[in-house]
T-cell receptor, first 108, second 110 residues
């Protein structure tokens, strides 16, 4: 079946450093969604990418969808402590499959 | 709108007991989902529904059952609880695009 791999599993950065998480699918996706889960909380939708090569920005966050629609990335510029949490991608090929997430911790 | 609500928030079960996790949404969404999240792991789909009266298995359905008699409610039933079912359970709903998650039920089976 469809598999969605996310790397790295954990990332610890100093405040002000950049952060990137990558999502790779075994199949071509119709869309990809990104969610954020704060410690002890529930996943919250961030964004959806649909088009090949699409790039979207939300403040310090930049989301990209690969040309082949099999991979995606989330980049945070100059990370702050407010961005701490686990970031999940969810790739849709028929049904949506979540990656295992990347947990971001930030040292002030 | 309350969004997606789940009850209870916490529960401890003994091995072999059964229980129902409740999930209700007030957004008139057709799609509803049950996930489990083990510590430090991602979300595994247990069951999902595309509308009232229609349910289907996800990745990890064994040991669980669901029903969808109304658009609003999607209860998850655990029969003969086992320690392997210790997890956080999230219910979600969707109109076909983004998923809205409930706050979760933290279940421990001892």
């Amino acid at each position: 079946g469809q598999q969605v791999m996310q790397i790295p599993q954990y990332q610890h950065v100093q405040e002000g450093e950049d952060f990137t998480t990558y999502c790779n699918s075994s199949t071509t996706l119709s869309n990809i969604q990104w969610y954020k889960q704060r410690p002890g909380g529930h996943p919250v939708f961030l964004i959806q990418l649909v088009k090949s090569g699409e790039v979207k920005k939300q403040k310090r966050l930049t989301f990209q969808f690969g040309e082949a629609k099999k991979n995606s990335s989330l980049h945070i510029t100059a990370t702050q402590t407010t961005y701490v949490g686990t970031y999940f991608c969810a790739g849709r090929a028929g049904k949506s499959t979540f990656g295992d997430g990347t947990t971001l911790t930030v040292k002030p | 709108n309350a969004g997606v609500t789940q009850t209870p928030k916490f529960r401890i079960l003994k091995i072999g007991q059964s229980m129902t996790l409740q999930c209700t949404q007030d957004m008139n969404h057709n799609y509803m989902y049950w996930y489990r999240q083990d510590p430090g792991m991602g979300l595994k789909l247990i069951y999902y529904s595309v509308g009232a009266g229609i349910t289907d298995k996800g990745e990890v359905p064994n040991g669980y059952n669901v029903s969808r008699s109304t658009t609003e409610d999607f209860p998850l039933r655990l029969e003969l609880a086992a320690p392997s079912q210790t997890s956080v359970y999230f219910c979600a709903s969707s109109n076909g695009n983004e998923q809205f998650f409930g706050p979760g039920t933290r279940l421990t089976v001892l």
